[in-house]
T-cell receptor
Framework: SAVISQKPSRDICQRGTSLTIQCQVD?????MFWYRQQPGQSLTLIAT?????????ESGFVIDKFPISRPNLTFSTLTVSNMSPEDSSIYLC????????????FGPGTRLTVL | KQEVTQIPAALSVPEGENLVLNCSFT??????LQWFRQDPGKGLTSLLL?????REQTSGRLNASLDKSSGRSTLYIAASQPGDSATYLC?????????FGKGTRLSVIA
């Protein structure tokens, strides 16, 4: 199993600013992901964080808006850039410890409010 | 593109009742299916994972079934309790990370 922590747990930010969310896993994992959950909606995958290379983004998400780093097998960051109120969401980090058939674990989420 | 649908969107039951939550998916080429629980304002708690070769999994009062060929899964909750009140999410993975349904919001009334 894997225990995932995220910082910050919540934040209130002004329009036009940027926020970096940190994700730490308690063990080495093969895959890390970032999801967004907009108010009243389900989870949408933003990107797969690749260790040592550029993240793989899903349709509708771009690197300039959501730059992602993954410097090692246990840590990743997601930055929400030039924020607008539409970016107000819960952002969740997720990871798999082994094969693609394994359980996918989730962090507690970061609740972002943009004013 | 994989799509996951959950029915009903919301459900309210009296305490002690047995209930079934439904999940369907469009692409049967999945590796596994997971059921999660999400409490308001919180992250996800994994409840059950069913591999594509399995038919069901049980954990305590929870039983999840999978019919891969028809693209359906059910989550059965026995003897429901107020503490079961939460949103239940179904998600499937194939060659991609988990794809989620919109969830079923369950309220168990004491």
């Amino acid at each position: 199993s894997a225990v995932i922590s995220q910082k910050p747990s919540r934040d209130i930010c002004q329009r036009g600013t940027s926020l970096t969310i940190q994700c730490q896993v308690d063990s080495q994992v093969t895959m890390m992901f970032w999801y967004r959950q907009q108010p009243g909606q389900s989870l949408t995958l933003i990107a797969t964080a690749n260790q040592g290379s550029e993240a793989t983004y899903e349709s509708g998400f771009v690197i300039d808006k959501f730059p992602i780093s993954r410097p090692n097998l246990t840590f990743s960051t997601l930055t929400v850039s030039n924020m607008s109120p539409e970016d107000s969401s819960i952002y969740l980090c997720s990871a798999k410890t082994g094969a693609s058939t394994d359980t996918q674990y989730f962090g507690p989420g970061t609740r972002l409010t943009v004013l | 593109k994989q799509e996951v649908t959950q029915i009903p969107a919301a459900l309210s039951v009296p305490e002690g009742e047995n209930l079934v939550l439904n999940c369907s998916f469009t692409d049967s080429a999945i590796y596994n299916l997971q059921w999660f629980r999400q409490d308001p304002g919180k992250g996800l708690t994994s409840l059950l994972l069913i591999q594509s070769s399995q038919r069901e999994q049980t954990s305590g009062r929870l039983n999840a079934s999978l019919d891969k060929s028809s693209g359906r899964s059910t989550l059965y909750i026995a003897a429901s309790q107020p503490g079961d009140s939460a949103t239940y999410l179904c998600a499937v993975t194939g060659n991609t990370p988990l794809v989620f349904g919109k969830g079923t919001r369950l309220s168990v009334i004491a």
